[in-house]
């Protein structure tokens, strides 16, 4: 199995594809953090003091937890990465060779989301460092360079865990849908269209907290949302999705036949 | 990422011809697999010897690929058995040591071809090095490091072939290896081949549409048709089998005289204009013979199609109606 986590990993460094999503990840947590920043204490209405509809005031307790969490906005790019790690090997036809090698398919897939979760941890310090290294700059700039502790350091952590289970939950999906741009659309769609939209209905919105949106709001919002579960609760909830996917991906592989 | 060849990689094995690898005999039985009303593969047999090179002769659509890929474990036949030495592919114990299969030959376009081998020396376990022997031993030691996307199509064959080889398998099982092959490169992949079988002793199977590249490069055929066996032997055997039914084309200044001789001896003659003649269902050696009885001047004999030609299309023809028939009458 070591053998299977290492052919992978040489997959995927041997091509540039993490290179782009890892940086543009980290450009996006860079330029909303810039962003938040700069907006932070004004009110729609254009006055200061952050009244509701508002970002709050740098240098007070919602401000620094909301822009800390700022990586949990780009989970969408490490989706994508676990549905590319999966989907490249039907999109480029390697399945064949890959599964030649490795004929039980199941450990494959499994080798691909150890693979893949392990990866996803020092991409994940990579955009947390960048968050807080740009956060830190923007805001000391403005004269409160938030503190690394306590709450804080919860919030980048619960980032860091959403980015995790993205992108393990894309190596699942990968396996379920194989389709690369099927997958990737679908993934959007699902997570920007359809998650919104339930959000938005008052009859269904019950059902949004109990979804991969829902859990990965309640892990990481720092703002005040719609009624969600508690953090470790949508962790948890997270981490179920990601292995629900992973299995679901594992046992359709094995069965299908590689085409 | 540089690799190191760790302790947990298993034994190094020996490049190029090992007199201990192991023959293993591959064995189809009873494979059948339909999508839809369509019957792929029906209830195919055959044997594959060690030491030999066998052709899996078919045309387009006769299932030749169905059946190699449920063969390694890569579809799911609906009955039947295929096993190298007694063992079904996934069964194996260590698949790329025992079988090299060429099916596809697509890589990924943005990874180099060396780094396309060595991901495969990773998942098998066989030390790094064996990317760069098995790309010189296909002559690509020069493209290794380029993109794979910028290959030509015979340089994704000597690619795939490559793959193949990383496991020093005492089985090679390739589809379709001569598509995309300039004639040099055929030429190259026929002495090849022939160096792995004859001389290394391992178990070849070829698949091809073209009977002339099998007739010349294979010591066994495996005709398939509608997914069904029509034929199997040696094309010795094959070739005798099919003396005398081939066409033969003769000019002749007294082409008149020569279609009554060989008419009268019991020949099937077409005479056309400018002298040519056109006896089917004979060999050159019969319309000879006969032609030198009577004493009639000949400027040229040949065989038009061999007899073993004739008979592969008279084997394999009308396969589509065939196939249709068969779905509508389920």
Known sequence: MTALVRAEWTKLFTTRVWLGLLLGACVLVAGFVVLFTSFAGSTPGGGQGGPPGGLPAVGTEQFEQLVLATGANVTVLFLILGIIGMTQEYRHRTATPTFLTTPRRGRVVIAKLAAYALVAVPFALVVLAVNYGVAAVAAGARGAVPALSGENLQVLANSGLALVVYTVIGVGLGALVRNQVGAIVGGLVYLFVVEAIVRQISAIADAYKWLPGGALEALTATLQGPDLLGRWQGGLLLLGYGLVAALLGTLLAVRRDVV | ?330
């Not at chain 2, 060999?283 to 000879?288: E, I, K, S």
């Open chain 2, 1 to 330: 990422m540089e690799p190191s060849p760790g302790p947990r990689e298993e034994s190094a094995i020996d490049s190029g011809s090992s007199p201990h690898r192991r023959p293993v005999r591959v064995e189809v039985h009873g494979l059948s697999k339909s999508f839809g009303a369509v019957r792929a593969v029906d209830d195919l047999s055959f044997t594959v010897e060690p030491g030999s090179i066998t052709g899996f002769l078919g045309p387009n659509g006769a299932g030749k690929t169905t059946t190699l890929r449920m063969a390694l474990g890569l579809e799911q036949p609906d009955a039947g058995t295929a096993t190298f030495d007694g063992t079904p592919y996934p069964d194996l114990p260590s698949p790329v040591r025992t079988v090299g299969a060429v099916l596809e030959t697509a890589f990924h376009p943005a990874r180099s071809g060396r780094n396309h081998l060595r991901v495969y020396c990773r998942a098998a376990g066989l030390p790094v090095s064996r990317a760069d022997e098995v790309l010189s031993q296909v002559g690509l030691a020069d493209a290794g490091r380029r993109r794979a996307g910028g290959y030509s199509l015979g340089m994704r064959q000597r690619l795939a072939l490559a793959t193949a080889l990383l496991g020093d398998p005492a089985v090679l099982v390739l589809d379709e290896p001569a598509n995309g092959l300039d004639p040099e490169g055929i030429h190259w992949l026929r002495g090849f081949l022939r160096q792995l079988a004859h001389t290394e002793g391992r178990t070849v199977l070829v698949s091809s549409h073209l009977l002339a590249e099998m007739e010349q490069t294979a010591d066994r055929v495996v005709i398939v048709g509608a997914g069904r066996l029509v034929r199997e032997g040696s094309i010795t055997e094959l070739r005798s089998g099919a003396q005398g039914s081939g066409a033969v084309l003769v000019r002749s200044p007294e082409a008149g005289r020569l279609t009554e001789v060989l008419g009268a001896a019991g020949f099937t003659v077409a005479p056309s204009e400018d002298g040519r003649v056109t006896v089917t269902g004979t060999t050159p050696d019969a319309v000879g013979a006969q032609a030198f009885r009577a004493g009639v001047e000949l400027h040229e004999l040949r065989a038009e199609t061999s007899g073993l030609e004739e008979l592969y299309f008279r084997l394999t023809a009308g396969q589509e109606q065939y196939a249709a028939a068969e779905g509508s009458r389920r």
